[in-house]
């Protein structure tokens, strides 16, 4: 996988883990209390409540939405001092998700999840497949037909794979997208439900970590020979690929 797709994936794995961190308080109190006890920086977490540098991505719904729900009032203050008084007016449901929002945005995206981000997903029982997709848009576009017909070895065997055999690299990404989203109306039942659960190996929080990022890479013995190609083959001249939109911002949350 490119580079830049393997940060987004990465991104976007880690904001699922937010998304369920800031949707439980009660884990979120938990989480900020041993980050201060044991120091500001732990494996996969940083007490700095905001924004990390790394790739950005198309934010997930639920995480956006749940942005959205925020009691923004406090932020009428004029001032640091007027801002804390709001803040501490409102409701303690108001506040606790305030505190479980900041604690979730201290997990830091990596390509790999450390020890302690698998083992907070495990205990919330954090399901990927669930809040995260692959889209023609997010990935099967973005992937070398080897990749796809990869996934569809692991979902459908050989034969699922033969069906498009002579299938452009256009019409492969959105035949995936379908298959995979479960719209495809021309797959069998069992096939379609592993589809549905599928996702990237990237995604998953109970893989061990690894050593090295080029678990996901391209590398010399990958099927296509010019992945580049492939990738563009089906883009009409002065067509781009769509951009990815930037992760949710401090501005975002203060607008």
Do not use: C
């Not at 604690?103 to 495990?122: E, F, G, M, N």
């Not at 256009?170 to 592993?194: H, K, M, W």
């Amino acid at each position: 996988l490119a580079a830049n797709l393997i940060g987004e994936l990465a991104a976007q794995r880690t904001d699922v883990l937010r998304l369920y961190i800031a949707s439980n308080p009660a884990m979120a109190i938990d989480i900020t209390a041993f980050l201060i006890a044991n120091g500001t920086m732990l494996s996969g977490f940083s007490i700095r409540m905001g924004e990390h540098s790394g790739p950005r991505a198309e934010p997930l719904p639920a995480y956006a939405e749940l942005i959205e729900s925020l009691n923004n009032s406090w932020q009428a203050g004029k001032n640091d001092v007027e801002k804390f008084d709001l803040f501490r007016q409102m409701p303690d449901e108001d506040r606790l998700a305030w505190l479980a929002f900041g604690t979730a945005r201290a997990a830091i995206s990596d390509v790999s999840p450390s020890k302690l981000q698998r083992h907070i997903a495990s205990l919330l029982e954090v399901d990927v497949p669930g809040q995260w997709r692959p889209t023609e848009e997010n990935y099967w576009s973005r992937i070398s037909r080897a990749h796809i017909f990869d996934a569809f070895d692991q979902v459908g065997g050989e034969e699922l794979r033969h069906r498009y055999d002579g299938s452009k690299k256009g019409i492969l990404a959105q035949t995936a997208d379908g298959i995979f989203s479960g719209n495809s109306v021309s797959i069998e039942p069992e096939i379609a439900q592993r589809a549905v659960t599928w996702v990237p190996e990237i995604m998953l929080f109970d893989k061990p970590n690894s050593d090295s990022d080029d678990d996901f890479a391209d590398g010399p013995d990958d099927e296509d020979e010019n992945p580049e190609d492939d990738l563009d083959a089906d883009i009409e001249p002065g067509e781009q690929q769509p951009d990815i939109a930037p992760d949710v911002n401090d501005q975002d949350i203060a607008a």
